[in-house]
């Protein structure tokens, strides 16, 4: 069928210049941004799980979880700019930029419960954004899996070191966990610091600013060997939490993710089980 004989499309055609770009703009709103997200897992999902990288990482990181998690659970791994396919896109260096377009991005997905997990910045993004969206009205996640950052309020006790010689952040790099053998790729590194310093930046950057407690469950995870994040740190989560609260503390360094991620899935899969059989929409304010 030819343009002009689409009945709808010449309907479209007759409309004002400018209900048509409202009408435009407001399909192209409905339509996720296919750049954001790498998706895994049911095309009919009982419920979407998006999952946030630490400093560095990308959507491959969560490569695999679709298979270790419940048939009806769909991955949606975020991609942020700077990394993996979007290497040549500029990255950021403030939360407040990352969330505002990043809530932007995602609201066409928020049509069938969802739940976040998001590792060391991840989990700050994890938060911030679940705060965008009840600011905004928005659906929230039916539950929060935070890991590996100490709660927000916290004040940071390390230095700043997104400003550090590449030589001393390779360093730090080294006591937190990442493998001898990325550090002493030259080329890996060349191309790979821009983006860690960059994403180190938000959270050296960030700043608190209190608000009521999240009405979600709150499932907060930690490895026994963290170096940077104790067990007390990620203890005070429970201030964020308005709901159920679990803390659950995993054999590994800083990337317990990578160590283990066996018993990591064991204990998302039977929280998120609960998601998605509790009763009613996802939590609004």
């Known amino acids: ?37 790498v998706r895994h897992g049911s095309a009919e999902p009982g419920l979407r799980l998006f999952c946030f990288s630490y400093a560095g990482g990308g959507a491959a990181v969560f490569r695999g ?17 700077g990394r993996e396919t979007r290497a040549g896109e500029p990255t950021y260096r403030r939360l407040e930029g990352l969330v505002a377009d990043l809530r932007t991005a995602i609201a066409p997905l928020l049509d069938r419960p969802f739940a976040f997990f998001g590792h060391s910045m991840g989990a700050l993004i994890a938060f911030d954004l679940t705060r965008q ?15 590996a950052f100490r709660a ?45 310093r960059a994403d180190v930046e938000v959270c050296d950057t960030y700043k608190y600013a209190p608000e009521d407690p999240l009405p979600m ?42 160590e283990c991620p066996e018993l990591l899935l064991a204990h998302v899969s039977t929280e998120i089980r609960s998601a998605t059989i509790s009763e009613g ?5």
């Not at 010449?10 to 941004?33: I, K």
């Not at 979880?65 to 700019?81: G, K, M, S």
């Not at 927000?152 to 952040?169: F, M, R, W």
């Open 1 to 37: 069928m030819s343009g002009t004989d689409d009945p709808i499309r010449a309907r479209v055609a007759g409309l004002p210049p400018e209900l048509r770009a409202r009408l435009a703009e407001s399909l192209r709103s409905r339509s996720p941004d296919p750049a954001w997200f």
């Open 65 to 81: 979880w679709a298979d270790r998690l419940p048939d009806d659970i769909e991955i949606c791994a975020v991609q942020l700019p």
């Open 133 to 147: 969206l009840r600011q905004t009205g928005a659906p929230q996640p039916r539950r929060l899996f935070l890991a």
């Open 152 to 196: 927000p309020q916290l004040p940071n006790p390390n230095i700043k070191i997104y400003h550090l010689p590449d030589e001393v952040l390779k360093t730090v790099l080294a006591k937190d966990g990442t493998p001898r053998s990325v550090l002493d790729d030259d080329e890996l590194m060349r191309d790979w610091l821009p983006t860690l």
């Open 217 to 258: 469950p709150m499932s907060v995870f930690g490895g026994t060997y963290d170096v940077r994040v104790g067990r007390e740190d990620l203890e005070e989560w429970k201030e964020q939490a308005g709901g159920e609260f679990t803390l659950t503390m995993l054999p590994g360094s800083h990337f317990f993710l990578r």
């Open 281 to 285: 929409t996802p939590p609004h304010e």
